[in-house]
């Protein structure tokens, strides 16, 4: 008998709860795409059974959602601080980002909203800060 025969049909996922495959180890690989903040993000996992896949998935799921959950809890003061060391200190001038961090900590920093969850803040929100 050949391997395919051997392997059971793969039941078909309603739409958006993602895809199986077999791989060519005999494998069963789940797909999915899951929504976040800017887009989606797409998880893959490996599994002997439908159950070892589907559990995989889960636990998967559970990690990048809690790790989008602290990242959105992340202060916008510590956000801002964090953005200019990672990307404003390499392509700019020593003196550009010292202005930069001066200007932060005089301004920004001082401000109600810089300790609001960077994710949670609103337009509306902003409006109203600039006129306090």
């Known amino acids: 008998m050949s391997k395919q025969m ?21 494998k069963i690989l789940y797909r999915k795409l899951i929504p976040t903040d800017d887009g989606y993000k797409r998880l893959s996992v490996t ?3 439908l159950k070892e896949c589907f559990d995989a998935m889960q636990r998967k799921e559970a990690e990048v959602r809690a790790g989008l959950q602290s990242a959105g809890n992340e202060p916008l003061a510590t956000a801002i601080d964090e953005w200019l060391r990672l990307y404003k200190q390499p392509e700019v001038k020593p003196s550009s980002y010292g202005r930069l961090c001066i200007t932060f900590d005089s301004q920004i920093k001082r401000m109600t909203i810089a300790g ?5 803040i609103k337009p509306m929100i902003c409006s109203r800060q600039s006129m306090r």
Do not use: A, E, F, M
């Not at 051997?6 to 005999?26: A, F, R, S, W």
């Not at 609001?116 to 949670?120: A, H, T």
């Open 47 to 49: 599994g002997n059974t």
């Open 116 to 120: 609001k969850p960077w994710r949670k």
């Open 6 to 26: 051997v392997c059971q049909q793969l039941p078909k996922l309603p739409k958006g709860d993602g895809t199986l495959i077999y791989t060519h180890g005999g």
